[in-house]
């Protein structure tokens, strides 16, 4: 098997990066990693990640900021939570995979594969209706992800239509949308008051 290495130059590594996840809930104890490995081998879908868990962590601490928004793992890691149960160092690791793929959006620099155009399509529609409308959705992640993945789709939209389940014309929307934004709203400011600033632990010294 063909094995690819790629350089990257220390002047394109972010050392704020690191700083960045552990100021977000979730990401507050990223400094304690041990590089074990215990998450990369509990993970049941590591073997598909470009990226280890083990490795995400590894290379946020480094500054790969490019590498680690453009990675195909987050959006494949399923939030089953082994990996966080599992950590000797009680590091929070589905939850810095939602940290990378908010990061990601947020940035607009994520891997063109069609689970960040679903995610983003479904927040986007939720926060404003309440509720999802199935075909809209189809529709905004077919524009975002490519003729290709369109073309294959449509043989399953137009079955879907057959049988009334998909209804292209249709809008599904909650009574009071603006109540569920302020709900979301909340929870938002709750968890970032509740989430311990972080500190990065001071060097070792030695007599
Ligand atoms: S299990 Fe925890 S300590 Fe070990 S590599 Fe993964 S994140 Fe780091
Ligand atoms: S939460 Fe994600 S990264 Fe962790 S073990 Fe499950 S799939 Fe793997």
Redesign the pocket.
């Known amino acids: 098997m063909e094995t690819l290495r790629k350089v990257t130059y220390e002047e394109r590594l972010d050392p704020a990066f690191e700083e960045q996840v552990a100021a977000e809930p979730g990401g507050e104890r990223i400094w304690?990693?041990?590089?074990?490995?215990?998450?990369?081998a509990i993970c049941p879908v590591s073997v598909y990640m470009d990226l280890t868990?083990?490795r995400i962590?590894g290379m946020i601490r480094a500054g790969f900021r490019h590498e680690v928004l453009n990675a195909v793992s987050p959006w494949i890691c399923t939030s089953c939570y082994a990996?966080t149960v599992?950590?000797?160092?009680k590091?929070r690791?589905t939850d810095i995979m939602y940290i990378v793929k908010r990061m990601a959006m947020k940035e607009s620099e994520y891997h063109r594969f069609v689970v960040p155009a679903i995610e983003e399509a479904f927040v986007k529609m939720v926060c404003r209706n309440g509720r999802l409308t199935e075909s809209r959705m189809g529709m905004k992640v077919a524009r975002k992800s490519g003729l290709r993945y369109t073309v294959a789709m449509m043989p399953i939209a137009w079955r879907l239509m057959r049988k009334d389940r998909l209804r292209p014309l249709h809008v599904e929307r909650m009574a009071d949308p603006e109540s569920l934004r302020k709900a979301l709203a909340t929870i938002k400011e709750v968890t970032c008051a509740a989430s311990t600033p972080p500190t990065r632990p001071a060097p070792a010294v030695t007599a």
Request: charged share 20%.
């Open positions: 304690d990693c041990i590089q074990c490995g215990t998450c990369s868990p083990r962590i990996c599992e950590c000797p160092e590091i690791i």
